[in-house]
């Protein structure tokens, strides 16, 4: 009888990270119901919440990032990074992990960092077109790299790049045009176009902001706006909204039904994280990408112009997008040649059924290290 499989699966920080490591869980625990898996991730951060809510045991790490503008405090950061590969260690050896997976986020680098010093098979699955900093360190150690973007080998070795995208949530993979029954969800009107307005799962400032200071223009313009503000813009959001009643918006926080919300779109406002994107690929859906500018490397332009150069995407730059961000989508939404060809050219990039080939390498690299 074949030993069940054992995994710990390391990172987090934000929506980005998480769902996808969750999506790659599920699938794993679909095919092999009885493997043990381990999540190891940021103790303050929201994988804490999300992964335990997912149906799965979490270890937290004391582990923080780097601070670029006061170097003074990085004293701090680097005596949580000691106590992060302590409790690593801990952890790997108590749960004797097959291997261990890094999917980005602050734990990831410690875990896996120390997962491969204990002789434990790793593997990374770097989600952007540009690698982070991390992620390079570890690639010398891991088994196999699962990347989303052609081109990776200028960052890691070619002979352990394996292109498999990056893994969505089951919903929205599985999610097919529903766009009455969305609507209906929203209390929204299928007569008119609707943009979808998305700030990830904090929230995106500069987004929210656009959106806020011309919500003038969107109630002239008989445009319907499904707007999810993200956690720490909500209530000013809504403050905002006071002055506009009757206009055809739904508002908050959160989006429980992210299938639902991309069904009713006709165009999609977003940060360009990976996994957006991924989703937006697989989705065949027009979007404006508005990159954060508070990321490592700048990936998110990176990532936006993979899309452009492909004219597969509208990019407007974070500084640029209280300005023309509002304008931008209305013209689009209004242009059925062009929504088209967005739509076209983005399905062009979609990569299907990505957790279940990321399960295979990890599967391949366990059965041969056995």
Known sequence: MKEQYRIIISGGGTGGHIFPAISIANTFRKRFPDAEILFVG??????????????????????????????LNNIKVLNRLRKSLGLAKKTIREFRPDIAVGVGGYASGPTLWMAASLGIPTLIQEQNSY???????????????CVAYDGMEKFFPADKIVITGNPVRKDLEEATDRKEEALAFFGLSPEKKTI???????????????????????????????????RYYYSEATKHLKAYRGMPIWCSDFITRMDYAYSAADLIISRAGASSISEL??????????????????HQTKNA?????????IMVSDKDAEQQLVTRALEVVHDDGQLALLSRNIEQLAQHQSADRIVDE?????DKNR
């Open 281 to 298: 690929c697989l989705l065949k859906k027009p979007v404006i990408l508005v990159p954060s500018p508070n990321v490592a490397e700048d």
């Open 196 to 230: 979808l307005v998305v700030g990830g799962s904090l929230g995106a400032r500069t987004i929210n902001r656009s959106i806020q200071g011309d919500l003038d223009k969107l109630f002239a313009s008989d445009v319907q706006v499904i707007w999810q503000t993200g």
């Open 362 to 366: 990890i599967v391949k690299i366990i």
């Open 42 to 71: 940021a103790e303050d951060r929201m994988e804490m919440e999300k992964v335990p809510a997912a149906g799965y045991e979490i270890v937290g790490l004391p582990v923080s990032g780097f601070d670029r503008a006061h170097l």
């Open 131 to 145: 690698a982070g900093v991390t992620n390079k360190l570890l690639a010398k150690k891991t088994s196999k790299i």
């Open 305 to 313: 112009m993979a899309l452009v150069n492909k004219d597969a995407a």
